[in-house]
């Protein structure tokens, strides 16, 4: 039995690749949302809270799951907070925002590490927003592109790190996709991500940035 941990996994990208994984044989899910409910019942999928602003809520979520071999993490849940129109900084925001796109998806993951199978695979879902190489690039959004960047560099770190033990860490740019996020004129939407990432988990690469299937410049 393998168990995969999907996080924000009750709408969106999440929702979308807890319903591909689920028609696996031989695979558990665990997935969170702050409530702790979810639109999925299937005897092979868990749903527990998990509040990425508060270090107990991640405590308690690590509690639930720590008697599991984790064989996939997806680091998927996420807060935008930004303005489109205002690219000026608000401390507030940007605390939020970091708290929960960075400080609270890295405790999550140190916290899991020890829990993880020697061949695991961390995928942390980033942004194009997050890339020093993204060609149409403007000063909107400025807390949540910081946070995405700065998660992309612990995913870089972490895989150096983890490189001798067989844990590989990857980091995702999804691209513009139909969410609550993304909105109703996005030009992708969940389903394709989902069968993405389905492609990348057993790729053998650690420390890539992946786009549509293909690693691209950080």
Same mark, same amino acid.
């Given at each position: 039995?393998?168990?995969?941990?999907?996080?924000?996994?009750?709408?969106?990208?999440?929702?979308?690749?807890?319903?591909?994984?689920?028609?696996?044989?031989?695979?558990?899910?665990?997935?969170?949302?702050?409530?702790?409910?979810?639109?999925?019942?299937?005897?092979?999928?868990?749903?527990?809270?998990?509040?990425?602003?508060?270090?107990?809520?991640?405590?308690?979520?690590?509690?639930?799951?720590?008697?599991?071999?984790?064989?996939?993490?997806?680091?998927?849940?996420?807060?935008?907070?930004?303005?489109?129109?205002?690219?000026?900084?608000?401390?507030?925001?940007?605390?939020?925002?970091?708290?929960?796109?960075?400080?609270?998806?890295?405790?999550?993951?140190?916290?899991?590490?020890?829990?993880?199978?020697?061949?695991?695979?961390?995928?942390?879902?980033?942004?194009?927003?997050?890339?020093?190489?993204?060609?149409?690039?403007?000063?909107?959004?400025?807390?949540?592109?910081?946070?995405? /960047?700065?998660?992309? =560099?612990?995913?870089?770190?972490? #895989? $150096?790190?983890? &490189?001798?033990?067989?844990?590989?860490? !990857?980091?995702?740019?999804?691209?513009?996709?139909?969410?609550?996020?993304?909105?109703?004129?996005?030009?992708?939407?969940?389903?394709?991500? /989902?069968?993405?990432? =389905?492609?990348?988990?057993?790729? #053998? $690469?650690?420390? &890539?940035?992946?786009?549509?299937?293909? !690693?691209?410049?950080?």
């Amino acid at each position: 039995m393998k168990h995969a941990i999907i996080t924000g996994s009750s709408r969106g990208i999440g929702l979308a690749l807890t319903k591909v994984l689920i028609r696996l044989k031989d695979f558990k899910i665990i997935g969170s949302s702050t409530s702790g409910n979810h639109p999925i019942q299937a005897n092979s999928f868990e749903c527990y809270p998990l509040n990425l602003h508060d270090a107990n809520s991640i405590k308690t979520f690590v509690d639930n799951v720590q008697h599991l071999k984790i064989d996939y993490l997806f680091n998927n849940a996420e807060i935008l907070l930004d303005s489109s129109d205002d690219p000026k900084i608000d401390i507030q925001k940007l605390e939020h925002t970091f708290s929960v796109n960075l400080y609270g998806t890295i405790q999550l993951t140190e916290l899991l590490i020890p829990h993880l199978t020697e061949n695991a695979h961390i995928i942390n879902i980033s942004s194009g927003w997050g890339s020093f190489s993204e060609k149409n690039f403007d000063a909107f959004n400025p807390h949540y592109k910081m946070s995405k /960047a700065a998660l992309n =560099m612990y995913t870089k770190l972490l #895989s $150096e790190r983890l &490189k001798s033990t067989g844990i590989r860490v !990857s980091a995702v740019d999804p691209g513009w996709v139909k969410t609550d996020m993304g909105g109703a004129n996005a030009d992708r939407n969940s389903e394709e991500v /989902a069968n993405e990432l =389905m492609d990348l988990m057993d790729k #053998s $690469e650690t420390g &890539k940035f992946w786009h549509q299937g293909s !690693s691209r410049e950080w």
